[in-house]
């Protein structure tokens, strides 16, 4: 499969963003989607996973700001992020675990 992943920007502390990641190929045979973030001189770390049946699941840090969820109409995963920090701020990969499968990133920076 292949990732595509968008919608990163530049934001202001407490603003939102919405990243999307479009999967091509069989995308219902896909169990797990997952969202990784590296920040600026640390390892990349997951951030959130959503099932195939929208199970989702979320580090405590992102928990009750994050939600993960997909379309699987438009095999596309979605981060949607509010009450963003500067401690969010990072390059986003969507992945598929299994198949070790990323996506290019998509930088978020959020300003203080």
């Known amino acids: 499969v292949q990732l595509q992943a968008s919608g990163g920007g530049l934001v202001q502390a407490g603003g939102s963003l919405r990243l999307s990641c479009v999967v091509s190929?069989?995308?219902?045979?896909?169990?797990?989607m997952a969202w990784y973030r590296q920040a600026p001189g640390k390892q990349r770390g997951l951030v959130a996973t959503i099932t195939r049946r929208g199970s989702p699941y979320y580090i405590d840090s992102v928990k009750g700001r994050f939600a993960v969820s997909r379309d699987n109409s438009k095999s596309t995963v979605y981060l949607h992020m509010s009450g963003l920090k500067p401690e969010d701020t990072g390059v986003y990969y969507c992945?598929?675990?299994?198949?070790?499968?990323w996506g290019q990133g998509t930088q978020v920076t959020v300003s203080s």
């Open positions: 992945s598929v675990p299994a198949l070790d499968s």
């Open positions: 190929g069989n995308f219902f045979s896909i169990d797990v």
